[in-house]
């Protein structure tokens, strides 16, 4: 997917653990790793949410929009 | 009674599904095994189908339609006051001693048949019954159950309605009733096949309920 989900590097960046997350915005584990090895399909807005307040940061510091392999290659052709 | 979870209309049915599904197994195994040594046996799974029975002195039991010649029965109600009241569209079943011939081996066959598809129809509706149970309804396996018993009424009918009309068609070639006359008419029921479509559509109903279900839970 284009979108990615930059949550590691927020976490590495804040020194702030999975678990700990996890129990600060009252998202299971599996979830928040579903999050952030870019598996998800959607993110909703309260999650969102919650994820900025208890990082402080933006919506854009945990989304990135990347170049996928299908859109290069359509741009190419 | 709630429908999906235990103690609900999907754990019944499983528990019958079970019964029927051991039922036929049985009844197939015991019914090939038995032919196979001779032994006499008799096996009847529908009354509109073909019934084997085996042994010593070979019968068939053959489904027929036919109908009554008005002239040689006629069917009065005299307190009623009607003298010309007709019997038609009669069915029943032609039972006749039978050489273990192709005649009794295609019957046998399609006796088979039955009980094989019936056993693999039963199993995908137990697989579908225990996802119910276990509330779980939306998984890829459903949705393909579904379709595989939608197309299984549909070749279910649509075969029963072949082997009547060629068993009739045999029996108006070869034997004849005093007063009663055998016909060989089509006699699809629509509402099967129609059935069957219908199945179809929930199938495919269910195939966008597991891509939604699939979708909802990477939804974080």
New interface residues.
């Given amino acids: 997917m284009a979108i990615r989900i930059r949550l590691d590097q927020v976490l590495l960046d804040r020194r702030i653990t999975l678990t700990d997350l996890a129990d600060r915005i009252g ?1 299971t584990i599996a ?2 790793s ?2 952030k090895t870019n ?6 807005f309260s ?1 969102l949410e919650a994820l900025c307040r208890e990082l402080d940061c933006q919506p854009g510091d945990l989304l990135q929009w990347t170049r996928d392999e299908v859109a290069t290659s359509a741009e190419t052709a | 009674m709630k429908g999906m979870g235990r103690a609900s209309i999907s754990s019944l049915l499983m528990v019958l599904l079970n019964a029927a599904w051991y039922l036929c197994a049985v009844a197939l195994v015991a019914a090939l095994a038995l032919t196979l040594v001779g032994a006499a046996v008799g096996v009847h799974i529908d009354v509109t189908g073909p019934s084997v029975e085996t042994g010593r002195n070979v019968t068939l039991s053959i489904p027929v339609s036919l109908h009554v010649e008005g002239d040689t029965h006629r069917v009065t109600a005299p307190s009623l006051g009607i003298d010309d009241a007709q019997l038609h569209e009669l069915r029943g079943a032609l039972k006749f001693p039978a050489h273990k011939g192709p005649l009794f081996v295609a019957n046998f066959l399609i006796l088979v048949g039955w009980l094989a598809l019936a056993l693999w129809v039963i199993n995908q509706l137990r697989g579908f019954f225990r996802t119910l149970r276990d509330r779980r309804p939306f998984v890829p396996a459903n949705a393909l159950r579904l379709r595989r018993i939608a197309w299984a009424v549909i070749f279910f009918e649509l075969a029963r309605a072949a082997i009547i009309f060629f068993e009739s068609y045999y029996a108006m070639t070869h034997f004849s009733v005093a007063g009663l006359a055998f016909d060989a008419r089509p006699e699809l029921n629509v509402f099967a096949v129609v059935n069957g479509l219908i199945i179809l559509v929930i199938a495919e109903v269910f195939r966008e309920g597991t891509r939604l279900a699939d979708e909802q839970s990477l939804t974080i």
Avoid: P
């Fill in positions: 998202i979830n928040l579903v999050l598996k998800a399909r959607a993110i909703r999650t």
